[in-house]
T-cell receptor, first 115, second 114 residues
Framework: AQKVTQAQTEISVVEKEDVTLDCVYE???????LFWYKQPPSGELVFLIR??????QNEISGRYSWNFQKSTSSFNFTITASQVVDSAVYFC????????????FGTGTSLTVIP | AAGVIQSPRHLIKEKRETATLKCYPI?????VYWYQQGPGQDPQFLIS???????DKGSIPDRFSAQQFSDYHSELNMSSLELGDSALYFC?????????????FGEGSWLTVV
């Protein structure tokens, strides 16, 4: 079974602070894929990043960085120097190699950046 | 770049009515997915199509049906609407339906059942 847990329901930070969103996943697949999507108040789901289970190299892209650790089944997402426009709900998602391309989403973390 | 196009963006229907949502995938994408997101919920997979054939089925109610046409656009038909069907319906697309392919979502269609 595939399961994604985002324990943080809501987070508030003051602008320019760093913030890390946690994601823990469960899967029996040896090959799987992890994603982060952003859902701003307007409602659309915006793709941020994709990671293969066999690629644990962490990445930094501008103010965003990701920390993938198979040993702890975690795929955390960090925003550096947060901005008001980062306010959104962030979803972590999992797709297993044996479940077609069906995505399993976590319950989301609502991030509010206060000016 | 062209994205996934969904229509209508907003729809209000009464209980027991029928609604149809349309989705036009990103050009050259051959796989379409439908997700339902209830208020304050995470998106739930409904159904997907690859090359006009159903590829995966999730928690789609029997009252709902969908298909993908020869031009790869897809329609989600919902009948005997219930209040609980009020949700944001997303269509997403990808090139091929291989596991792990990134899927790109449209802006969603807000359905309100009154």
């Amino acid at each position: 079974a595939q399961k994604v847990t985002q324990a943080q329901t809501e987070i508030s930070v003051v602008e320019k602070e760093d913030v890390t969103l946690d994601c823990v996943y469960e899967t029996r697949d040896t090959t799987y894929y992890l994603f982060w999507y952003k859902q701003p108040p307007s409602g659309e789901l915006v793709f941020l990043i994709r990671r293969n289970s066999f690629d644990e190299q962490n990445e930094i892209s501008g103010r965003y960085s990701w920390n993938f650790q198979k040993s702890t089944s975690s795929f955390n997402f960090t925003i550096t120097a947060s901005q008001v426009v980062d306010s959104a709900v962030y979803f972590c998602a999992l797709s297993g190699a044996n479940t077609g391309n069906q995505f399993y989403f976590g319950t989301g973390t609502s991030l509010t950046v206060i000016p | 770049a062209a994205g996934v196009i969904q229509s209508p963006r907003h729809l209000i229907k009464e209980k027991r009515e029928t609604a149809t949502l349309k989705c036009y995938p990103i050009p050259r994408h051959d796989t379409v997915y439908w997700y339902q997101q209830g208020p304050g919920q995470d998106p739930q997979f409904l159904i997907s199509f690859y090359e006009k054939m159903q590829s995966d089925k999730g928690s789609i109610p029997d009252r709902f049906s969908a298909q993908q046409f020869s031009d790869y656009h897809s329609e989600l038909n919902m009948s005997s609407l219930e209040l609980g069907d009020s949700a944001l319906y997303f269509c997403a697309s990808s090139f091929k339906s291989f596991s792990g392919n990134t899927i790109y979502f449209g802006e969603g269609s807000w359905l309100t059942v009154v």
